[in-house]
């Protein structure tokens, strides 16, 4: 959901968490599971980039048209502002990266315990893909540790995401086009 809210002070007694992902995987998870897209799916990852699709209501966007690419600049200039929003008004919120999600769940836990009401006493990791059981923590460890993912982009949708995203908004997680 694009976050764009008006109404700072509801979240007065929140500590907000933002989930973020590279941009490049985010748009390759999208490509295969293309939720809320309607029509056919796209056969190849560089016919997805050019299709552009009408946005459901839920996502904030008026439902305007809009490629993969520019869905991911829009909801992370939307992060960022809203975190620049929270900062000036004195609210707290939390950065957790996919990736380090993926890497070690126990320290992603550890960091944002301080800030949940009552949070387990033990933690307990999740070990398998609520989508694919097969897929272990294991799996995503090496999955997102070595960024295999990059290797089932072809060259050429590659290329023209690190050219469509805009890199700048993403500068501060250590995201970069390489």
């Known amino acids: 959901r694009l976050t764009d809210f008006e109404n700072l002070a509801e ?3 929140c500590h907000l968490i933002f989930c973020v992902r590279h941009p490049a995987s985010w748009v390759f998870g999208l490509h295969r599971r293309p939720y809320h897209i309607h029509g056919r799916p796209a056969k190849t ?15 904030g966007l008026g439902r305007s048209k809009t490629s993969a690419t520019m869905l991911y600049n829009r909801k ?5 502002g809203l975190q620049a929003r929270l900062k000036a008004a004195g609210l707290r919120y939390s950065v957790v990266r996919h990736e380090d999600f993926a890497m070690d769940q126990a320290a992603v836990f550890a960091r944002l315990a301080p800030h ?34 990059r290797d089932e982009i072809d060259p050429q949708s590659m290329a023209r995401i690190k050219a469509e995203i ?11 086009p390489s």
């Open 116 to 149: 949940l009401s009552q949070p387990a006493a033990t933690f307990r990791p999740l070990d398998a893909s609520t989508k694919d059981q097969s897929r272990t923590r294991a799996y995503y460890q090496d999955y997102y540790g070595q960024q295999l993912w």
């Open 11 to 13: 979240f007065a007694d």
């Open 76 to 80: 992370m200039a939307a992060f960022v």
């Open 166 to 176: 805009d890199w700048s908004l993403v500068d501060d997680l250590d995201y970069a």
């Open 45 to 59: 990852l560089d016919a997805f980039l050019d299709k552009r699709r009408r946005t459901v209501g839920r996502k």
